[in-house]
């Protein structure tokens, strides 16, 4: 199974602040990478697809960004709504796998 | 709009079995694959499982392989997945989803969500 390794686990920022999360996987999965917010309880939502495509209707202060196994996805400034937890989604081979979670909260 | 609905929350003895339900709308239900995650705290997400609700066998993750049945109802928009044989670590956060694209049984992007299913197996 391919591993994706997201850091930091928790990341503790401000309103304004450019914040950046990274995701590290295992072995090449050719941009085949998702990124979803997920706010206390409610349903993960898309954010990023193909490593940088941005989802209809997400704010364009989300962007992502790859290279080679290396991903990141970037707030370029930080909103209230936007302290949550992220994760990231390989979808390049079987079985799918995510990342194990950042959570962005407040300074 | 896209919407996934969910049948209610569940508390099952260790070695019983939960039918989970997912009722769509706001699409053709039969052009889009089904896909199943669960949520746990110490798991985070974990796929389960995926189905064309147009027909075709599903495809399960490994570890839930002879664990999961999977069954589609076109009249009704309706999948259903039930787990046997539940075991305390089953307690979870089980969410459908549908798939925008499919292009393989590891090649597919999963882009709207139920709002999820809480299952607990407790004695």
């Known amino acids: 199974d391919i591993q994706l390794t997201q850091s930091p686990s928790t990341l503790s920022a401000s309103v304004g602040d450019r914040v950046s999360i990274a995701c590290r996987a295992s072995q090449d999965i050719n941009s085949w990478l998702a990124w979803y917010q997920q706010k206390p309880g409610t349903a993960p939502r898309l954010l990023i697809y193909r490593a940088s495509t941005l989802e209809s209707g997400v704010p364009s202060r989300f962007s992502g960004s790859e290279s080679g196994t290396e991903f990141t996805l970037t707030i370029s400034s930080l909103q209230p709504e936007d302290f949550a937890n992220y994760y990231c989604h390989q979808y390049h081979s079987y079985p799918v796998t995510f990342g194990q979670g950042t959570r962005v909260e407040t300074k | 709009q896209v919407q996934l609905v969910q049948s209610g929350a569940e508390v099952k003895k260790p070695g019983a079995s939960v039918k989970v339900s997912c009722r769509a709308s706001?699409?053709?239900?039969?052009?889009?694959?089904i896909s199943w995650v669960r949520q746990t705290p110490g798991q985070g997400l974990e796929w389960m499982a995926i189905?064309?609700?147009?027909?075709?066998?599903?495809t399960y993750a490994p570890q839930f392989q002879g664990r999961i049945t999977m069954t589609r109802d076109t009249s009704a928009d309706t999948v259903d997945m039930e787990v046997s044989s539940l075991r305390i670590d089953d307690t979870a956060l089980y969410y459908c989803?549908?798939?925008?694209?499919?292009?393989?049984?590891?090649?597919?992007?999963?882009?709207?969500w139920g709002q999820g299913t809480l299952v607990t197996v407790s004695s």
């Open positions: 706001g699409y053709a239900f039969v052009n889009h694959y």
């Open positions: 189905v064309n609700p147009s027909g075709g066998p599903p």
């Open positions: 989803a549908r798939v925008r694209f499919y292009y393989g049984p590891g090649n597919f992007l999963i882009d709207h």
